[in-house]
């Protein structure tokens, strides 16, 4: 596959109204099919946004609730479904994004690795451990979360195994939206692949989230970028141009890591 079709739906989430948020969830969805996308991407906590007072009520079990209603569109409509949710994993509750291809099968599943402690998560979530990178169609694509663009470690990892497109869902406030600008563009450079970020809009509990999903390619050129509201966007991503970037900048055989993957800089 030289092409992939992207959709990204940068939707408001309503805090904790899990089907309201699935009813539009459900519309865009149809909508990203009705263009022949490959994949339509969520933000992160697309079903109940920071409700995480109620995140063990509000979570699901895996291949159960709304994972399996998730499924069951993917399936009906033909086309991939990534995004995070609330997952219950029999005491704790993990912020998740499984993938689901296009054929209802669950693919993998990340769970956020670095849990944001300004929005509390640490207090009412349990920590991911394991890296994704899954096989897909159109190549090694990986998956993070949100907060976890912050961790460079995370992204040149999944490039030295092979990624060539890596999905963050996200619930970024606007307050710091050229942080996530910056990084999404940063770790595209670094790692030569493409970045495809969707975030959430509007306010959420009491924080603005600021919109501004985008899909960046491996040069760092921003191939489209949603404003500050509520938008679908539709994009191409030429899978040729990651090799073309990594023949010209041969970054990954430049590497020394001997010389800096053993740094213990305890007390930072």
Same mark, same amino acid.
């Given at each position: 596959?030289?092409?992939?079709?992207?959709?990204?739906?940068?939707?408001?989430?309503?805090?904790?109204?899990?089907?309201?948020?699935?009813?539009?969830?459900?519309?865009?969805?149809?909508?990203?099919?009705?263009?022949?996308? #490959?994949?339509?991407?969520?933000?992160?906590?697309?079903?109940?946004?920071?409700?995480?007072?109620?995140?063990?009520?509000?979570?699901?079990?895996?291949?159960?609730?709304?994972?399996?209603?998730?499924?069951?569109?993917?399936?009906?409509?033909?086309?991939?479904?990534?995004?995070?949710?609330?997952?219950?994993?029999?005491?704790?509750?993990?912020?998740?994004?499984?993938?689901?291809?296009?054929?209802?099968?669950?693919?993998?599943?990340?769970?956020?690795? #670095?849990?944001?402690?300004?929005?509390?998560?640490?207090?009412?979530?349990?920590? *991911?451990?394991?890296?994704?990178?899954?096989?897909?169609?159109?190549?090694?694509?990986?998956?993070?979360?949100?907060?976890?663009?912050?961790?460079?470690?995370?992204?040149?990892?999944?490039?030295?195994?092979?990624?060539?497109?890596?999905?963050?869902?996200?619930?970024?406030?606007?307050?710091?939206?050229? #942080?996530?600008?910056?990084?999404?563009?940063?770790?595209?450079?670094?790692?030569?692949?493409?970045?495809? *970020?969707?975030?959430?809009?509007?306010?959420?509990?009491?924080?603005?989230?600021?919109? #501004?999903?985008?899909?960046?390619?491996?040069?760092?050129?921003?191939?489209?970028?949603?404003?500050?509201?509520?938008?679908?966007?539709?994009?191409?991503?030429?899978?040729?141009?990651?090799?073309?970037?990594?023949?010209?900048?041969?970054?990954?055989?430049?590497?020394?890591?001997?010389?800096?993957?053993?740094?213990?800089?305890?007390?930072?």
């Amino acid at each position: 596959m030289a092409k992939l079709k992207v959709t990204l739906a940068q939707m408001p989430v309503y805090l904790g109204d899990v089907k309201r948020n699935f009813n539009n969830m459900q519309k865009l969805t149809q909508e990203a099919a009705r263009r022949e996308s #490959h994949i339509v991407i969520f933000p992160e906590l697309w079903t109940t946004g920071y409700a995480l007072i109620d995140a063990r009520e509000l979570a699901h079990t895996l291949n159960q609730g709304v994972f399996a209603q998730v499924a069951s569109l993917a399936k009906q409509n033909k086309i991939s479904i990534t995004g995070s949710m609330l997952e219950k994993r029999g005491g704790e509750v993990a912020n998740s994004a499984p993938f689901f291809a296009a054929n209802g099968q669950t693919m993998g599943v990340y769970r956020k690795i #670095h849990l944001f402690k300004l929005m509390d998560e640490d207090r009412y979530l349990q920590a *991911g451990s394991s890296p994704l990178v899954m096989d897909l169609p159109w190549g090694q694509t990986a998956v993070a979360i949100c907060y976890d663009l912050r961790f460079p470690e995370l992204f040149r990892r999944y490039a030295l195994e092979g990624a060539k497109v890596v999905i963050v869902p996200a619930e970024w406030p606007l307050a710091r939206i050229e #942080h996530w600008r910056a990084l999404m563009i940063a770790r595209a450079i670094e790692n030569q692949c493409y970045m495809i *970020g969707v975030n959430t809009v509007g306010d959420i509990g009491g924080t603005v989230f600021g919109g #501004h999903s985008l899909i960046v390619d491996p040069w760092g050129k921003v191939i489209v970028e949603a404003g500050e509201e509520a938008q679908l966007l539709t994009a191409d991503i030429e899978l040729d141009h990651i090799q073309t970037a990594r023949k010209q900048i041969p970054v990954f055989d430049d590497r020394r890591p001997e010389t800096y993957e053993t740094l213990d800089l305890p007390g930072l």
